[in-house]
């Protein structure tokens, strides 16, 4: 079966890829084990320089990566160029912290001296989705890169372009060919490269499915992983809040990347003294956004990636309608296999409805109601994920002691939940285990060795 490159605004194929065979597979990671223990060698400083040139790049390329995003997966072309410039920002950040971040940590034992090493593993393969076809492998790919790691890319199969230009940016920034590949292959080669020795840890951003797949499988070979899969992002508005400005932000977080994200908020859990407020505020402003072209810069959300996609969204909103969900704002598909999908809200989301316990990863906002802050943190944990979450509330303090209840990754108060190089970003339960960005990023591929040095014994004085 041929890789396609597909624009799911107008339904075309772009381009076909031919899959590399496992011949040429496991010859690129042939190379990449070889190319690891020179990387490994090289000067932080040397890295840095490479990760700036690449962060030029990034900036100066901005338009043509924009375009291909706008091509292949739909992203508005504002928000493409914008996450161009992001995926810039994380390669200084890293450039910036990575050899403090992985400096030798001083233990006090009984040694004459003891410390914690931080050494790079050597190949890393990523396997990543379609919904941030550049952020989500810079966000590996820097900090991988810097703490003297070498990466290969299996990327979703419906972004090849983005997958080869990204390769491309980091070969151009002076980065030896072999440190950086992008695997132009199918599923079923990933097992095989996870079983290969050379190949020493595995990354994965995706569903749920595909990182039990690839956890499985690298349990089996005794690899390091880090999962990043999916979110049912709550957020939570109190009585007290700013109902307007929660409303707005609740729109605009649900609206991310046309609703393919993650992080976006999903379950809006309010306070019933002010649902009705609450909705009325929601409605307007989903209905103010701009459909259409991903390429005109006027447009504020694209088409669903894929028809299949937008399908499968539609079946969940129809199961859970008939669960007993009620439809608030009337959106959805025109018709089934397309790919543009319009924003709906849904309430009454109660146990047993497929809103209530899936990710809806679309424009699809999911109303719940709340008796009380106890009550809000309840439902909020009454979930199989936990990425992300938001409190809004007129009181920091209130805020905060909810945060620390809430079973997740991170919490927001009085803010849109997003990722950023300074903190760590992950979650728990069926959302993953591990970290990337901040210094706990770098620190997921790399030994954290510990060195233990005795103390130095005179010699013995000698006797005539």
Request: with cysteine.
């Amino acid at each position: 079966m041929p890789i396609e490159s597909y624009n799911p605004y107008t339904g075309r194929v772009l381009r076909r890829f031919s899959p590399f065979s496992w011949a040429k597979t496991e010859r690129i990671l042939g190379q990449a084990h070889r190319a690891a223990a020179t990387w490994a060698a090289t000067t932080f400083a040397h890295r840095a320089g490479v990760l700036r040139r690449a962060a030029t790049l990034l900036r100066e390329r901005q338009d043509e990566l924009a375009h291909l995003m706008a091509l292949e997966m739909g992203k508005p072309i504002t928000d493409g160029r914008a996450e161009a410039v992001k995926c810039a920002t994380c390669c200084e950040y890293y450039a910036d912290h990575a050899e403090e971040f992985l400096s030798d940590e001083l233990i006090k034992t009984d040694a004459g001296r003891s410390f914690l090493s931080y050494q790079p593993l050597g190949v890393v393969l990523a396997v990543m989705p379609w919904n941030f076809p550049f952020w989500q492998v810079v966000r590996f790919a820097a900090p991988a890169l810097m703490a003297g790691n070498v990466g290969l890319l299996k990327h979703a199969s419906n972004v090849p372009q983005c997958a080869l230009a990204l390769e491309k940016i980091f070969h151009d920034a002076g980065l030896p060919p072999a440190c950086f590949r992008t695997l132009l292959i199918e599923t079923n080669q990933v097992e095989k490269l996870i079983a290969d020795d050379r190949l020493r840890a595995v990354t994965l951003t995706g569903s749920e499915g595909a990182g039990a797949a690839v956890a499985a499988a690298a349990g089996r070979h005794i690899k390091k992983t880090v999962l990043e899969l999916g979110g049912s992002d709550p957020f939570i508005v109190l009585a007290d809040a700013d109902v307007a400005l929660a409303a707005k932000t609740a729109a605009q977080s649900r609206m991310i990347n046309s609703g393919q994200s993650c992080i976006a908020a999903k379950r809006f859990i309010v306070e019933k003294p002010v649902l009705k407020e609450f909705i009325g505020h929601l409605k307007t402003h989903l209905l103010a956004l701009r459909p259409g072209d991903p390429l005109d810069p006027a447009t504020q959300y694209g088409p669903l990636a894929r028809p299949d996609l937008a399908d499968e969204l539609t079946e969940q909103v129809n199961d859970s309608v008939a669960q007993g969900a009620k439809v608030e704002l009337f959106g959805g598909q025109a018709k089934p296999g397309t790919a543009l999908f319009r924003p709906m809200i849904l309430s009454n989301i109660k146990p047993g409805q497929r809103a209530y316990a899936e990710e809806l990863f679309g424009p699809v906002a999911l109303v719940l109601e709340a008796k009380n802050a106890a009550d809000a943190v309840r439902i909020a944990n009454d979930s199989l994920f936990g990425l992300g979450a938001a409190v809004w509330t007129a009181d920091p303090k209130k805020g905060e002691e909810m945060a620390r209840q809430i079973e997740s990754g991170a919490v927001f108060v009085n803010g849109l939940v997003k990722s950023m190089p300074e903190m760590p970003f992950g979650g728990v339960k069926k959302s993953g285990y591990g970290r990337e960005l901040s210094y706990l990023g770098i620190r997921e591929f790399v030994n954290q060795k510990s060195i233990w040095i005795g103390k130095e014994v005179a010699p013995e004085a000698k006797t005539e």
